[in-house]
């Protein structure tokens, strides 16, 4: 049986990770890991602040489920080159194939609006937890690191998710 795959999707709040990452994860059945989804539930739980917890929850997960033999899907906005590092040990650690991916928004405007949509979504906001607004969008620009290794980068600024989720899978170079 060959190794699982680790998918670690990265970028900016808005660009569509979290669409394309849910896509994968249903096109190869693979376990869906949202740092968001993490992070809202301790926030939920009772914790004040949420810092390294929602990763380092997320990579104890990851790995349980690579050594069970299942693709792992990892959605995060993975800022900073330390984290990068954290999910290429997971990857190691478990023997898998580590598949980078970050995907930006060219578009500002176009992004801008994604993000501001998302705060017209209910279904977004949790008692203790809200995805960012545009200020806190561009807060993160200024914190993230630039990539020093290998990865694939996808524009959705133009495509719709439907043409972006065949762009990801050509950049796989897999058949939709």
Not at 79 to 101: D, F, H, Y
Not at 154 to 167: I, K, M, R, S, V
């Amino acid at each position: 049986m060959p190794s699982p795959d680790l998918y670690v999707f990265s970028g900016l709040p808005g660009t569509g990770k979290s669409s394309l990452a849910r896509r994968l994860a249903q096109y190869r059945r693979a376990a869906y890991l949202r740092v968001d989804t993490v992070e809202a539930a301790l926030l939920n739980a009772g914790h004040r602040e949420v810092t390294v917890e929602g990763y380092a929850v997320e990579y104890a997960l990851a790995e349980d489920n690579l050594l069970l033999g299942l693709n792992v899907v990892a959605d995060c906005v993975n800022p900073l080159a330390l984290t990068r590092k954290a999910w290429a040990e997971v990857a190691r650690q478990a023997g898998s194939r580590l598949v980078n991916i970050e995907v930006v928004c060219s578009d500002v405007e176009e992004h801008r609006r994604r993000v501001d949509a998302r705060w017209e979504e209910d279904g977004q906001h949790l008692p203790k937890w809200s995805p960012p607004d545009w200020d806190g969008v561009q807060e993160s620009v200024w914190k993230y690191e630039v990539w020093m290794t290998p990865r694939l980068v996808l524009d959705t600024a133009h495509g719709t998710p439907q043409e972006n989720f065949a762009a990801l899978l050509n950049l796989l170079g897999e058949q939709g």
